[in-house]
């Protein structure tokens, strides 16, 4: 049965270098099911996907994100692509704005090289994800449990791995987006920020 997220308003947070199809495809299936896609980036008029090996097409930005604010969304979408997450980490903004998500128990949903922001954003620990290959040290010395599967959902995180993923991706999001907060991921982000450091 088709997902209805009619009234949902969901972030697309992306810098210059996101993997087009990343964006595009999960953004068809959130307007097809009625959602309302916002698309946000430190850059202000127009963002640059890459497509596989070179540049790709540029998009325009819905709301830069010095004005966005989690708490007007319903969930979020970080598309993968190297150059992307790798610009979006090393801005406090932007790693604030992912973080009010987890904070809030909201659904997130990452592909490929996204979950490195989440790493910046410490909200990966216990979590079992998957991403690109190349992140799995990354992922695992912040804690997380990697797994090599086309998609995994955990407790309102949604993770895949690569363009190929992205119908077992768009689908799981799908479902989770439309169950809307998810508790167990407020407690999973609120449990970890109290424990101990090992630092």
Not at 102 to 116: D, L, N, S, T, Y
Request: aromatic share 8%; net charge negative; charged share 25%.
């Amino acid at each position: 049965m088709p997902q209805d997220l009619t009234g949902k308003k969901i972030a697309i947070l992306v810098a210059d270098g996101f993997e087009q199809s990343e964006m595009t495809e999960p953004r068809k299936a959130l307007d097809r099911a009625g959602a309302e896609t916002i698309l946000i980036s430190p850059s202000e008029g127009k963002v640059k996907a890459w497509q596989h090996t070179d540049w790709g097409d540029e998009f325009p930005v819905n709301m830069p994100l010095q004005q966005a604010n989690a708490d007007d969304f319903d969930a979020l979408v970080l598309p993968g692509g190297v150059f992307n997450p790798d610009r979006l980490r090393i801005q406090p903004k932007a790693v604030a704005f992912v973080r009010a998500f987890f904070e809030a128990g909201k659904p997130v949903a990452a592909i490929c090289h996204g979950p490195w922001t989440l790493i910046e954003a410490r909200v990966v620990q216990g979590r079992t994800l998957t991403s690109w290959p190349s992140l799995k040290t990354d992922l695992e010395n912040a804690g997380a449990h990697w797994v090599d599967e086309e998609v995994v959902v955990d407790q309102g995180l949604v993770t895949s791995r690569k363009p190929d993923d992205l119908p077992a991706f768009n689908r799981a999001m799908l479902e989770e987006f439309a169950e809307g907060i998810h508790q167990r991921q407020h407690r999973a982000y609120t449990q970890r920020q109290h424990r101990p450091s090992a630092h």
